[in-house]
């Protein structure tokens, strides 16, 4: 069983512990750590209908340009959730916060023109069922916004990250993996991609092994709809 978390359901996603450590940490990083400039640069420029996958407390939601018409924001801890509410009514643009996982998104399919990714590919349980939901939701055209960490450094980084994966980290940090691949993941998924680029976070001092981070946009570029 994992550190502080709970036995749930299918779908279901409770690390209480590891909830309120990161919606006191994360306050910080965004103040202190470059995070906060990252997540303006990833929401730049959206509109329409927006769906954010694992919205946490809620830190990009000050971020939405006023050309976001909404956002659903899909968070499936209860703790995290609740203070995405709280964040949600601050808002500049209207976000409606319900509770789900990224692996069956409880919305219908093509409605919506981006899906943000935010730090959450690390902790979702299947990847590949995500992003195919990801891709299930996406109108023909849409896009995904991604600002997420993985595997990076050489080769004694890349050993740390896969040995802390096999190890404590995903207990410690609720679900969370050092040593993925969000580009190849996205690839895979029949995403088209760019732009992107890589950032190391945070923005000063020693290379730490969540540090290396992308940030980007990958485009559904089919013409029809998902069925399912
Ligand atoms: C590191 S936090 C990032 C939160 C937020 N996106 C941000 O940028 O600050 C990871 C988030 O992913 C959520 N999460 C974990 N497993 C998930 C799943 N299967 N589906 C959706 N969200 C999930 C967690 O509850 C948590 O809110």
Same mark, same amino acid.
């Given at each position: 069983?994992?550190?502080?978390?709970?036995?749930?359901?299918?779908?279901?996603?409770? /690390?209480?512990?590891?909830? =309120?450590?990161?919606?006191?940490?994360?306050?910080?990083?965004?103040?202190?750590?470059? #995070?906060?400039?990252?997540?303006?640069?990833?929401?730049?420029?959206?509109?329409?209908? +927006?769906?954010?996958?694992?919205?946490?407390?809620? @830190?990009?939601?000050?971020?939405?340009?006023?050309?976001?018409?909404?956002? &659903?924001? &899909?968070?499936?801890?209860?703790?995290?959730?609740?203070?995405?509410?709280?964040?949600? !009514?601050?808002?500049?643009?209207?976000?409606? +916060? +319900?509770?789900?996982?990224?692996? %069956?998104?409880?919305?219908? *399919?093509?409605? #919506?023109?981006?899906?943000?990714? *935010?730090?959450?590919?690390?902790?979702?349980?299947?990847?590949?069922?995500?992003?195919?939901? %990801?891709r !299930?939701?996406?109108?023909?055209?849409?896009?995904?916004? #991604? #600002?997420? /960490?993985?595997?990076?450094?050489?080769?004694?980084?890349?050993? $740390?990250? =896969?040995?802390?994966? =096999? $190890?404590?980290?995903?207990?410690?940090?609720?679900?969370? /993996?050092?040593?993925?691949?969000?580009?190849?993941?996205?690839r895979r998924a029949g995403f088209?991609?760019?732009?992107?680029?890589?950032?190391?976070?945070?923005? =000063?001092?020693?290379? @730490?092994?969540?540090?290396?981070?992308?940030?980007? $946009?990958?485009?559904r570029?089919d013409? $029809?709809?998902?069925?399912?």
């Open positions: 069983m994992r550190l502080g978390s709970e036995v749930a359901g299918p779908g279901a996603v409770r /690390h209480p512990v590891f909830a =309120r450590y990161y919606a006191r940490v994360s306050v910080g990083a965004d103040a202190r750590l470059g #995070f906060a400039g990252v997540r303006g640069r990833l929401l730049a420029g959206l509109s329409g209908r +927006v769906i954010e996958v694992g919205a946490g407390n809620g @830190l990009n939601f000050a971020r939405y340009p006023a050309s976001v018409a909404q956002v &659903v924001a &899909v968070e499936p801890e209860p703790l995290l959730g609740r203070l995405a509410r709280e964040s949600a !009514r601050r808002a500049p643009v209207p976000v409606d +916060v +319900v509770p789900g996982a990224a692996e %069956a998104l409880p919305v219908e *399919s093509g409605a #919506f023109d981006a899906v943000v990714l *935010s730090l959450v590919l690390c902790s979702v349980r299947d990847v590949a069922r995500a992003l195919e939901e %990801a !299930r939701v996406l109108r023909p055209g849409g896009q995904v916004r #991604f #600002f997420e /960490h993985g595997r990076g450094g050489g080769p004694a980084m890349r050993l $740390t990250q =896969r040995v802390l994966d =096999r $190890t404590l980290w995903p207990a410690l940090a609720g679900g969370c /993996h050092l040593a993925r691949d969000p580009v190849a993941a996205l088209e991609l760019g732009p992107y680029r890589g950032l190391s976070l945070p923005e =000063r001092g020693p290379r @730490l092994p969540a540090s290396y981070c992308v940030l980007g $946009t990958a485009w570029q013409g $029809t709809p998902d069925a399912s």
